[in-house]
């Protein structure tokens, strides 16, 4: 998506290492959502932010998964000690106005050795 | 939000129409239906959405049924870059996840 940039594109992490995953946004929007895509699956939700406020976290697998957005720009998701069932592209997505219209970046693949 | 039944793959020959159906009987008034496609190795895309109305836009339009239980996306002159999966999706207004099934596999085929 246009305007979403997430780095790193690709991370290969040893079990048990800890990752941050960043999203930098398209300047101006509000709400910012993020996405765990695992092989042939549909994104599922992790968790939402409108400006920096964290409204939503339902969707975070386990307390070893972290997000932040302290300026209500850039967002972090940091995974802990992480694990092979932790493999998966990583989706960053920002929302326009107060509808279900998603600009998604191209997302983070994370493998877990 | 409703849940919704797609079939999970679908074929169609390159230049005609691709209709991709969605079934989502337990829609409520308020709920629109979403639209989005996901290309191999990208991010999902927006494609369309509507209420009621039957919609278009430059990428597809939106057929939606009288009862509003089952919608049809069209892609009326499919290419092979129109290969993706293609997720149909109910919503309320106001803040609320998106939430993806897993969609239906389309293969546009030369």
């Known amino acids: 998506g246009a305007g979403v940039s997430q780095s790193p594109r690709y991370k290969v992490a040893k079990r048990g290492q800890d990752v941050a995953l960043r999203c930098d946004p398209i300047?101006?929007?509000?709400?910012l959502f993020w996405y765990q895509q695992a092989l042939g699956q549909g994104p599922e939700f992790l968790t939402y932010?409108?400006?920096?406020?964290?409204?939503?976290k339902s969707g975070l697998p386990s307390d070893r998964f972290f997000a932040e957005r302290p300026e209500g720009s850039v967002s972090t998701l940091k995974i802990q000690r992480t694990q092979q069932e932790d493999s998966a592209v990583y989706l960053c997505?920002?929302?326009?106005?107060?509808?279900?219209?998603?600009?998604f970046g191209e997302g983070s693949r994370l493998t877990v050795l | 939000d409703a849940k919704t039944t797609q079939p999970t793959s679908m074929d169609c020959a390159e230049g005609r129409a691709a209709n991709l159906p969605c079934n989502h009987s337990?829609?409520?008034?308020?709920?629109?239906v979403y639209w989005y496609r996901q290309i191999h190795s990208q991010g999902p895309q927006y494609i369309i959405h509507?209420?009621?109305n039957n919609e278009t836009n430059e990428m597809a339009s939106l057929i939606i049924t009288e009862d509003r239980k089952s919608s049809t996306l069209i892609l009326p002159h499919a290419t092979l870059r129109d290969t993706a999966v293609y997720y149909c999706?109910?919503?309320?207004?106001?803040?609320?996840?998106?939430?993806f099934g897993t969609g239906t596999k389309l293969q546009v085929i030369p």
């Open positions: 997505a920002m929302r326009t106005g107060n509808t279900g219209e998603l600009f």
């Open positions: 300047s101006g929007h509000v709400s």
């Open positions: 932010f409108q400006n920096e406020a964290q409204l939503d």
């Open positions: 337990t829609i409520s008034g308020n709920e629109y």
């Open positions: 509507g209420l009621k």
């Open positions: 999706i109910v919503l309320s207004g106001g803040y609320q996840k998106v939430t």
